[in-house]
């Protein structure tokens, strides 16, 4: 990369991780292509994107942001993986680690907040913003399904009981 190559990315690194909901920092020393392959896959289905670049790129590219506490993690081979979610990236890079050892979360970012291992790992086991809004739609639906079903009774309880007038009668 020449001067011109790496400034540009470094403004489009801050760009990014300026509109990033949360950023994950891991060490990925000793994975294969194909497993990286199956990580970018997973991060890119929960709607995030992992880059590989030069620590000393990413740290010019995190002075002046809310992250900029972040670049202390930025040590040996390591990758970021970022959502504007702020669950999705967590959720993906933690769920990897899960079943690959050679992924380490070191930390992360959320906004201005800073992430551990821990930290990310509380952040992945929270439900994603789609699944909050279904829960939330569900919550408001389901008084209306009441309200409607005990408006509904009373007009079939008198039903039944005319009709049982009417067959008493025929009877």
Known sequence: MDRAEKREFVTEMKQTLSGAGSVVVAQYAGLSVAEMTDLRSSMREAGG???VAKNRLVKLALEGTDAEHMGDLLKGPTLLAF???PVAAPKAASDFA???EKLVILGGAM????LDQNGVKSLASL???DELRGKLVGMIST???RIAMITKAPA???ARVIGAYSSKEAA
């Open 49 to 51: 994107t992992v880059k």
């Open 83 to 85: 959502a504007e979610d």
């Open 98 to 100: 899960k079943k690959n």
């Open 111 to 114: 906004g201005a907040t800073n």
């Open 127 to 129: 439900p994603s913003l």
């Open 143 to 145: 008084p209306a399904q």
């Open 156 to 158: 079939g309880q008198v």
